[in-house]
């Protein structure tokens, strides 16, 4: 059974950036995609990012398009989220996700993906 375990969470203001990362452990990584995904208060989650597995295509919401980057070294099991030019709306829990199938093409589809990481806050204060 894979873990996956997210930091780099936090309080910045507008403008900040951040690296999230998350670490799988207790299973295979390099073989499945991988997603980021946030949820807001009130608000139900969303898609942000995803990538292919081995280091393949990735993919954005259009509201962090430009602005985040994801990315993934196999050899240490992890996948980032690069955070750049956060805004106030940025602020929500983080998840990442592991596909549920290995050699799965990456999808926005949350219910593609069948593990998931605890969470790491990030808020942007304007």
């Known amino acids: 059974q894979v873990q996956l375990l997210e930091s780099g969470g936090g309080l910045v203001q507008a403008g900040d950036s951040l690296r999230l990362s998350c670490e799988a452990s207790g299973g295979t990584f390099s073989d499945y995609a991988m997603g980021w995904f946030r949820r807001s208060p009130g608000k139900e989650r969303e898609f942000v990012a995803s990538i292919d597995w081995g280091n393949g295509p990735t993919d954005y919401a259009n509201s962090v398009r430009g602005r985040f980057a994801i990315s993934r070294d196999n050899s240490k099991n992890t996948v980032y989220l690069q955070m750049n030019s956060l805004k106030p709306e940025d602020t929500a829990v983080y998840y990442c996700?592991?596909?549920?199938?290995?050699?799965?093409?990456?999808?926005?589809?949350?219910?593609?993906?069948?593990?998931w990481g605890q969470g790491t806050q990030v808020t942007v204060s304007s």
């Open positions: 996700a592991r596909a549920r199938y290995p050699l799965a093409t990456h999808t926005s589809i949350a219910a593609a993906y069948e593990s």
